[in-house]
């Protein structure tokens, strides 16, 4: 469904709290707009080429800041970043600070005016593939573009143009082996033909996000490819089926209510639209059962299923209640300033150090499967997909020092 990828939009923004927003060195968002406040543009042609770099190095810490907080002056210090960027020929500023501008526009519905910065991204990305010597570099700008433009088209009902630019970033994916990324990608493809009305492509989609989550080890994938299974078979008129997914799915979304509590809450919608089936096809059977008063069995049989579907309501009756008051506080706590806790900064210290799972659980006497835990906790809380963004985002929030 839709909805899925506007929450990978989300994730590629890379968003950040702004109102309490502070670089490595504790400063605030007022205080490095005080930095650069007499760089006029006469100064800063006279500037020498270090402190040029550092000029756009603050305005881009400075568009990341203000991404949430004010979006005109988000998009006045990306302009600023992607001018020198262009001067200097910085490819990753140009395409950090295009892809920020399409987003901005995106989001007030300029769809043209995304477009031309999009298009720069893509030039940008063209230019870096034929004189950087990071390949790895390059495929982690392209696989981020191809993913973003393929959402972009997507929202737009251009299913040619995302299928375009998803089949582009599909292979880096698999490349790199980013399964976490495939999933995302087959899940999102499987929702879209779901809510199309086309079932039978959908199938072989969520078939392939199942598998690419399960070849991650990411318990949250998991539930994310249960639940959107689920959904499916829901809308192939397969009730039960739908109802053992989708409670597959909430038996994660429960335990973990902070990282997923929207997943959680779409969940249980679907148990209890699968619930309300359930129970008309009961009602049905109850009725037709009566009119056989002759078959005692079979009325016995009807009531033990009526009992049974009664449990049941009011068990998601109950869970459906203590999301809600869960959900509230997530909203409130949604601008707090991101913390890591004792074991997050020991496992992040870690993952900086380029350490392999298995090295990692053993250091810290922890499972593989807790630390796959942590690690996919970390990237969600920095909103990022990639090692390489990760280590950027952890050494430019300073949580570690």
């Known amino acids: 469904m839709r909805k899925f990828a506007y929450q990978t939009l989300l994730l590629l923004l890379l968003p950040m709290v702004c109102h309490a927003y502070e670089d490595h060195r504790g400063r605030n968002l007022d205080s490095l707009e005080h930095s650069i406040a007499n760089w006029t543009a006469p100064k800063l042609a006279k500037a020498s080429r270090e402190e040029i770099i550092a000029y756009c190095m603050t305005c881009r810490e400075l568009m990341w800041g203000y991404l949430q907080l004010d979006g005109n002056r988000c998009i006045y210090y990306a302009k600023e970043a992607l001018s020198i960027g ?55 700008n392209k696989a981020r573009l191809w993913g973003t ?57 969520l078939d392939a996000a199942m598998q690419f989550a399960r070849q991650s080890g990411d318990s949250l994938l998991i539930a994310g490819a249960l639940y959107s299974q689920g959904h499916w078979y829901q809308d192939s008129g397969k009730t039960r089926k739908a109802l053992e997914y989708v409670t597959q799915a909430y038996q994660y979304f429960g335990d973990h209510p902070v990282e997923e509590a929207v997943g959680r809450a779409d969940t249980l919608a679907v148990m209890n639209a699968a619930n309300e089936q359930l129970l008309s096809k009961t009602r049905l059977l109850a009725i037709v059962t009566v009119l056989l008063l002759a078959l005692a069995v079979m009325v016995l049989i009807i009531a033990l299923r009526l009992k049974k579907t009664k449990q049941e309501l009011t068990e998601t009756s109950a869970v459906l209640d203590e999301t809600i008051e869960e959900l509230r506080p997530i909203e409130n706590a949604a601008a707090g300033v991101i913390h890591l806790t004792k074991r997050e900064k020991e496992v992040a210290k870690l993952l900086m150090e380029g350490q392999p799972t298995k090295q990692i659980a053993h250091n810290l006497g922890i499972s593989d499967e807790t630390v796959l835990w942590y690690r996919k906790r970390l990237f969600a809380k920095l909103n990022v997909h990639s090692a390489a963004a990760f280590a950027t985002e952890v050494m430019k929030r300073g949580l570690l020092e």
């Open 149 to 205: 433009l393929g959402n972009f088209y997507e929202a737009q009902d251009s299913l040619e143009r995302m299928l375009h630019y998803y089949s582009l970033a599909e292979p880096i994916f698999r490349k790199y082996e980013w399964w976490e990324d495939c999933s995302t990608l087959h899940r999102n493809l499987g929702e879209m033909y779901i809510e199309r009305g086309q079932l039978k492509e959908a199938g072989p989609e």
């Open 86 to 140: 262009e001067e200097l020929q910085g490819y990753n500023t140009i395409i950090d600070a295009s892809i920020l501008i399409g987003q901005c526009f995106w989001a007030s519905s300029q769809y043209d005016s995304a477009a031309v910065y999009y298009g720069k991204a893509e030039e940008a990305v063209r230019l870096q593939e034929k004189v950087s010597e990071d390949p790895v570099e390059v495929d982690g």
